[in-house]
């Protein structure tokens, strides 16, 4: 039997609008850039974050598993679909008398989980699913912790690319080499520090859930586990 922690639901979130928090800590290196420009890239950036380092984990809220049912729908939280969206699906598990980890699913999209084997009769218990979220391109509220931790990560990520930019008052081509190095250096230390605290026996591997082309043109999923 596999353990974890306690299930950590969205809802539970300190959450904080990060374009107005970062504003401080940019401005001033982007001397003549209109802020909503900045704001853009800040929403970008983070989820550029998000995808790339998988750091912001939640668990989805339980669901019933049904007789004969291969499909289930991944749903963030009732309203919160339309600020947050689900950028990989991290580990399934099964919580019957024991909790056991599963391993036979696939996605026919990044909103749908489906069984091989569908339940029998028998089989009752709850899906538990923890997955990878990202905010939608007009969201503009993450974590609190986050936020907190990735400040200076958001920085370089947006200096880099809006001093990359040619033949503006903000143009600057060494400073944006430098911070894009810096921006690279810790999401590549980030991904490993994700991917140490993700291995308990299994490692839960850095590829896509998505490879190859199933059935109705959609993206076919490979296991979501790899054993090392």
């Not at 580990?91 to 084997?117: C, H, I, M």
């Not at 986050?146 to 600057?172: C, H, M, V």
């Amino acid at each position: 039997m596999s353990t974890r922690p306690r299930p950590n639901y969205l809802s539970d979130a300190t959450m904080v609008d990060f374009e107005a928090g970062i504003m401080p800590y940019v401005v001033t290196d982007l001397p003549g850039c209109p802020d909503p420009l900045i704001k853009q890239f800040a929403r970008e950036t983070v989820r550029e974050i998000c995808e790339d380092t998988l750091q912001w984990q939640i668990e989805l809220w339980p669901m019933s598993l049904i007789k004969s049912q291969n499909d289930y729908d991944l749903v963030i939280e009732d309203d919160s679909d339309d600020c947050y969206e689900i950028e990989k699906v991290m580990e399934v598990w099964v919580k019957g008398s024991q909790k056991t980890a599963l391993r036979d699913y696939y996605l026919p999209s990044f909103n749908q989980l489906f069984l091989t084997g569908a339940p029998g009769a028998t089989e009752a218990g709850k899906l538990e699913i923890r997955v990878a979220i990202k905010p939608k391109p007009a969201s503009k509220k993450i974590e609190e912790r986050f936020f907190n931790e990735w400040i200076q990560l958001i920085r370089f990520g947006i200096l880099y690319k809006l001093k990359a930019q040619p033949s503006k008052t903000w143009t600057d081509a060494q400073g944006a080499a430098f911070y894009r190095s810096e921006y690279q250096r810790e999401t590549s230390e980030m991904e490993a520090q994700r991917i140490l605290k993700d291995t308990t026996g299994v490692l839960i591997a850095s590829f896509s859930n998505f490879s190859g082309t199933g059935a109705g043109g959609g993206r076919r999923a490979i296991s979501g586990n790899v054993t090392i």
